[in-house]
């Protein structure tokens, strides 16, 4: 996991607020606000469009500028942003609300995030049509700030820590970018560099930092681990019996390549308890290590499926993708280099 980034100031302020207010309380805020935000014209996007997101590593946020000068983030974009799925609940609140809502949360929301999530802005596109709907961009500060106070005090649930690894990443990123921007207004570089200079600095650092945490080993494989082994798969917890890693090496590793199982052990950080601190599949190269992963974890799954028990999947799986033996690792980034 990433080390947390310490919370303060304007999240312990926001933290002792939203522990004093009732529910009933909350809901007055946030009428309000929402009276507040709606007198006046109707707010139109002057700036912005579908086809001109921000792109954050593979995601992509639409990004507007009203005309009070109110810089927006899409809704569902924001929502997919942060690792989030787009919906409501049963109470009829949308995912992100129930989920800053939650006792576990509340006590460490930051400022009046909870009330600006409550209420979307809603605005016109620049060419017409009907309505849409947006958070002002500084809310995404507020919402990495918040979650990642829930995490610090240990208050996230283990099943959301995913959202907080997202939400850090985009910390550290927003913060190169911002130190850069500063530099350049203060060089007067600004007025040089290409109008999308820093959006492309943004992008290139998140998908760097994104991709160790893409989903790797799909769902069917565990699924099909547990039916192999006679174990019924368990839907409310990630854990997986540690046994499943050994067998795992067994499955996978030891059979991408030569001398790859070897040299991953030796090249993985590990803890003082000596278990990994990272998954092997993160120190396989882009180019050939990664795709070649994804390649026989199809294969794998494949042969699970068309198996009765544990022991017929190994017997088909000696016959079709034996183990390599041979001292050879062109799969692995060099250690030194992270190439």
């Known amino acids: 996991m990433l080390s947390p980034i310490p919370i303060s100031g304007k999240a312990a302020g926001g933290a002792a607020r939203a522990k004093s207010l009732t529910a009933q309380q909350r809901k007055e805020i946030a009428s309000k606000a929402a009276s507040s935000r709606w007198n006046g014209t109707a707010k139109k996007a002057t700036h912005g469009s579908d086809d001109r997101p921000l792109k954050i590593g593979d995601i992509e946020i639409p990004c507007y500028v009203l005309n009070d000068s109110t810089r927006v983030l899409s809704q569902r974009g924001l929502i997919a942003g942060i690792g989030m799925s787009y919906g409501s609940t049963r109470s009829g609140v949308t995912r992100p609300v129930a989920f800053f809502d939650s006792e576990a949360i509340r006590p460490y929301i930051v400022g009046d995030l909870f009330t600006i999530l409550r209420e979307p802005v809603r605005f016109s596109y620049t060419r017409g049509g009907k309505s849409a709907y947006g958070y002002p961009a500084t809310i995404l500060a507020d919402i990495c700030e918040t979650v990642l106070a829930a995490r610090k005090a240990g208050a996230l649930p283990s099943r959301q820590y995913n959202i907080a690894e997202r939400c850090e990443i985009l910390v550290r990123g927003f913060a190169r970018v911002g130190i850069i921007a500063l530099v350049d207004e203060a060089t007067g570089y600004q007025e040089d560099r290409a109008k ?144």
């Not at 974890?297 to 022991?311: H, K, N």
């Open 196 to 339: 999308d200079a820093l959006a492309k600095i943004l992008e290139d650092f998140i998908a760097k930092e994104l991709q160790p945490w893409v989903r790797t080993f799909p769902n069917d494989y565990y699924t099909e681990l547990f039916r192999l082994r006679g174990l019924s798969f368990p839907s409310d917890t990630p854990k997986r019996p540690l046994y499943f890693g050994h067998l795992t090496n067994d499955i996978v590793y030891s059979r991408l390549a030569p001398g790859v199982l070897d040299e991953l052990k030796r090249v993985t950080p590990r803890g003082e308890s000596g278990r990994p601190k990272a998954k092997y599949f993160q120190s396989l190269t882009n180019n050939t290590g990664y795709p070649k992963l994804r390649e026989h974890l199809g294969r794998v799954v494949m042969l699970m499926q068309l198996s009765s028990d544990y022991q017929h999947f190994k017997h088909q799986l000696d016959k079709h993708l034996p183990k390599h033996t041979d001292q050879l690792s062109l799969l692995l980034e060099d250690p030194g280099t992270g190439i």
